[in-house]
């Protein structure tokens, strides 16, 4: 197994730096993907706020990606290319996005509606698959081994009659975006990493109303349902110390949607 990256507390604070600033841009993100607007100006509205906070893409150029975050609608799970796509009353929209703050990573995403919901289904995608990654957080906090995170999201997933994208999984982050360990969104045999002070894990459930099963089109980049079926990805990055964990892609380190789950977060 490969080796994991352990950070000081210290580091950990500058991560949540970038972390907050990755918020902000999938704030402007979500506010400027209306009815209308091209994922292209989405994404610029994302890059706006980074470059303003003096932070650096860690999307942009990422084995060649050509954005500062990835814009997926509907039947596109993950890693979308913004472009000229008018997003249209009633899309599913997950958006992806990352920063770099002295050599820190941060990483999230976050999966809405495009004005008004036009499909019950569609509204409870979004929010259980939102609630699985809280799920996986919480379980986080408590857990011997990585594994745990996902049979926790699974669980969520399978009570919603939803399925967890096969082959994509949450990551360790760092000092580069996609580190070790592997983070899967389902249960898995065999031994995973232990989880110990110093790990920081981008928790990232990718969930498909439809088969789990995927393809990736032309462009060597967007991710689809093979099936058509619309899908959603919420995500953050969060650390874990002596003390407890923190979500470092959260101002509030996850505090408000932890609590309900009995856990209270304690920052670095």
């Known amino acids: 197994m490969a080796r994991i990256e ?9 991560m949540a730096h970038a972390g907050v600033i990755v918020e902000r841009a999938l ?10 607007a ?3 100006e989405v994404d610029a509205a994302a890059a706006r706020v980074i470059a303003e906070a003096g932070a650096t893409s860690n999307f942009l150029g990422y084995h060649g990606f050509p954005a500062v975050s990835c814009i997926s609608v509907n039947e596109e799970v993950v890693h979308g290319i913004p472009g000229d796509r008018v997003i249209v009353e009633g899309d599913v929209v997950s ?10 990573h941060g990483d999230s995403a976050l999966s809405f509606i495009a004005g ?18 809280w799920a996986g957080i919480a379980a986080l906090a408590g857990a011997t081994r990585v594994s745990e995170v996902g049979a926790a999201v699974e669980d969520v997933a399978d009570a919603a009659g ?8 949450g990551h360790g982050i760092g000092t580069a975006m996609h580190m070790e360990p592997d983070v899967p969104n389902y249960r898995t045999r065999g031994r995973s990493p232990r989880v110990q002070p110093g790990m920081c894990l981008a928790i990232e459930p990718m969930l498909v109303i439809g088969t789990s099963d995927s393809a990736v089109l032309n462009d060597e980049w967007t991710v689809v349902s093979l099936d058509g079926s619309r ?14 964990i923190w979500v470092l892609t959260a101002a509030d380190g ?11 977060p304690v920052a670095p």
């Open 6 to 14: 352990l950070k000081t507390r210290a580091q950990m604070r500058v």
């Open 95 to 104: 958006i992806d996005c990352g920063a770099i703050v002295d050599g820190w």
């Open 116 to 133: 008004d919901p036009l499909s019950k289904a569609d509204v409870a995608l979004v929010k259980e698959t939102e609630r699985s990654l």
């Open 231 to 244: 899908a959603a990805h919420w995500e953050h990055s969060v650390a874990v110390h002596e003390d407890g």
């Open 27 to 36: 704030a402007a993100a979500k506010a400027a993907a209306v009815p209308g």
């Open 254 to 264: 996850g505090a408000s949607r932890l609590a309900p789950l009995g856990v209270v």
């Open 162 to 169: 939803l399925h967890p994208l096969e082959g994509y999984v």
């Open 38 to 40: 091209t994922t292209a």
